[in-house]
Nanobody
């Protein structure tokens, strides 16, 4: 599976951005597609994940109610709609694909494939 993330940028606090992650290669039917973020010098942090078949969702507490993950099966693309952005959301955002058990998917080590990061900067 190859993943291509896009959509990052600079936005003011309170604004919105939508990240996209386009997948190619093998079928995604068994995969869960997740988003992580990383600030320089810190560990990569789980943001959200969606089960490709079935659409089950899970969010980190820090983004719940502000971010929405979704997928378009025809486009093989996962989206992360980010609303009410805060300066602390500033990070490089990565999409990733996992075959792991649902209960383990906040662990970055459970993800087999990673896209390149896209920078999100939220100014105060």
């Amino acid at each position: 599976v190859q993943l291509q993330a896009s959509g990052g940028g600079l936005v003011q606090a309170g604004g919105s951005l939508r990240l996209s992650c386009e997948a190619s290669g093998e079928s995604l039917s068994s995969y869960k597609l997740g988003w992580f973020r990383q600030v320089s010098g810190k560990e990569r942090e789980f943001v959200s994940v969606i089960r490709w078949n079935g659409g089950q969702l899970y969010y980190a507490e820090s983004v719940k109610g502000r971010f929405t993950i979704s997928r378009d099966k025809a486009k093989k693309t996962v989206y992360l709609q980010m609303n009410m952005l805060k300066p602390e959301d500033t990070a490089v955002y990565y999409c990733a694909a996992s075959l792991g058990a649902w209960s383990t998917l906040s662990d970055q080590n459970m993800y087999r494939y990673w896209g390149q990061g896209t920078q999100v900067t939220v100014s105060s």
